[in-house]
């Protein structure tokens, strides 16, 4: 720990101990869960309850009404990734460096589309969903840096992209962050609470007659032209299955060499007023992420709280044999919790002095370029996949549901040329070199393991 640092404020309320995201504070009520009554016979069954598996489950309940679907959640709806993000709504895919105005454009395409129907989806059904459209910042932290954003951003808005680079007075009316000299704004980025609207969507398609089952993890699954899939409490028969499971999909038997379950910590401040983090330095900005290895990133909910994570080797945790329940949360994390409320004073140091209401701990789903697959596998052209966002899938696994319907409904056209589609992911080694591997490079070096494509 940083001596420097003043001590803890106390705590405001019980969720610094809950492990709890404030995603959920106001969040609709849950509804009753059912867990799966028995054996049952389906056209598509969806395994895992986040973005990937409920956007799945709307576009092809609203494509094919007459399908059976159901829907497997090991715990409630939103328990994962989707419930306990950083909320920031952003365009691109990570791990994709676009160099070609064709290929970008593209990716900005399919991404804004993706912003653009989270939106269209919660209009259309009048979802009682806390989001906006505020714009993101991607702040660089020195000179040299910020002059090569600045010719990027350029570039992209000669190609249609309509992103702009903020330096001084205008970066500061945004953002004044110690040590951010001037930042990429796109403008079309924003914010979203993932459990709102989740939330909301299953009222959606329940309506539709989809068959959500919580409590129901799945334990195994077996292939053939119906997929037999696993639960304690009975079996699905599916002609199709969908793994909407990201990060804990290795444990399903998928991807056990591709995608690695990293565990990543955030906290969050007391809520404040407008005023007061305009006198901190946060202005007119939903959310922003810095230009280093260990990303640090910040959004700020509309109820004036600010959650903050990454930064550093200790906002991440990769545990021995792809587990993917953090043991003890959160106190076994106090190092990491640490580690981010310190990058935060270094940033906004009058934040330091705010009181954490809440620290929690979510399952990221990496690659080793970072760069996410969707897709179909499987001799019978049966099972759909999209996985591996690295911590960029607020947009992304809510698209997902759109490829994989495309994808279901034979028409693989629109997705074809995306980086995501049917990506080959590369080889992560099994252990014990995963997490020695691990251990090393991240402690040598600072960074995070990763491959360029
Ligand atoms: C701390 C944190 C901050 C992040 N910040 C951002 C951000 O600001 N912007 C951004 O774009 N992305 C961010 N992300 C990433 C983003 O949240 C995820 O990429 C996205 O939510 C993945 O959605 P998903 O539905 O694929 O997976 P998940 O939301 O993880 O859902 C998978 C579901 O499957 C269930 N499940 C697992 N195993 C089984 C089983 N055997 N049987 C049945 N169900 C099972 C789980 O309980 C879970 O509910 C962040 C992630 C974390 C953890």
């Not at 995603?23 to 395994?47: F, H, K, M, S």
């Not at 954003?149 to 007075?169: C, D, N």
């Not at 032209?225 to 499971?245: M, Y």
Request: proline share 6%; hydrophobic share 35%; with cysteine.
């Amino acid at each position: 720990m940083n001596p420097a640092l003043p001590a803890l404020p106390a705590a405001i309320d019980l969720n610094i101990d809950a492990n709890r995201s404030p995603w959920l504070d106001g969040a609709p009520e849950p509804a009753a869960a059912r867990t799966l009554p028995g054996d049952v016979t389906a056209d598509v069954a969806i395994i895992g309850g986040g973005f990937t598996g409920v956007s799945t489950a709307y576009h092809l309940s609203e494509r094919f009404p007459d399908k059976k679907i159901v829907l497997l959640e090991a715990r409630q709806l939103a328990n994962g990734a989707s419930g306990r993000n950083g909320g920031m709504m952003l365009n691109w895919i990570n791990g994709v460096d676009c160099k070609d105005p064709e290929g970008t454009q593209r990716v900005f395409k399919a991404t804004r589309g993706g912003i653009d129907l989270i939106e269209q989806i919660i209009k259309k059904h009048s979802l009682k969903v806390r989001y906006n459209r505020d714009g993101c910042l991607e702040v660089c932290t020195d000179n040299q840096r910020a002059e090569h954003a600045h010719a990027r951003a350029e570039k992209l808005a000669s190609w249609g992209i309509p992103v702009r680079y903020l330096g001084g007075e205008a970066f500061r009316e945004r953002l004044t962050l110690q040590g951010g000299v001037g930042g990429i704004l796109d403008p079309t980025a924003g914010q979203l609470n993932g459990v709102d609207l989740i939330r909301g969507m299953r009222g959606v398609l329940e309506s539709r007659g989809v068959e959500i089952y919580e409590h129901t993890p799945v334990l195994s699954i077996s292939e053939g032209a119906a997929c037999s899939v696993v639960t304690p409490s009975g079996t699905v028969r599916a002609r199709a299955i969908v793994l909407g499971t990201n990060g804990y999909t290795p444990k399903l038997g998928y991807f056990k060499n591709n995608v690695f379950p990293l565990h990543s910590h955030m906290i969050a401040t007391e809520p404040l007023s407008p005023e007061a983090w305009a006198r901190i330095g946060w202005k007119n900005i939903a959310g922003f992420s810095d230009d280093l290895d260990r990303i640090a990133y910040g959004s700020l909910t509309p109820s004036g709280s600010l959650l903050f994570g990454g930064g550093s080797n200790a906002a991440y945790n990769y545990l021995y044999g792809n587990k993917t329940a953090y043991p003890g949360t959160p106190n076994s994390a106090e190092a990491s919790f640490q580690a981010i409320r310190e990058r935060l004073g270094a940033y906004l140091p009058d934040a330091l002095n705010l009181k954490i209401s809440h620290r929690w701990t979510g399952t990221l789903g990496i690659t080793m370029a970072r760069v996410c697959s969707m897709g179909v596998r499987g001799e019978h052209k049966n099972v759909y996949y999209a996985v591996g966002y690295s911590g960029h899938g607020v947009t992304l696994a809510n698209l997902a549901g759109q490829v994989l319907c495309d994808l279901y409904s034979d028409n693989h056209e629109p997705w074809q040329k995306l980086p995501f589609y049917q990506r080959n992911m590369a080889y992560i080694p099994p252990e014990p070199l995963r997490w020695v591997g691990y251990q090393l490079f991240t402690r040598l070096t600072g960074r995070s393991p990763r491959k360029v494509e």
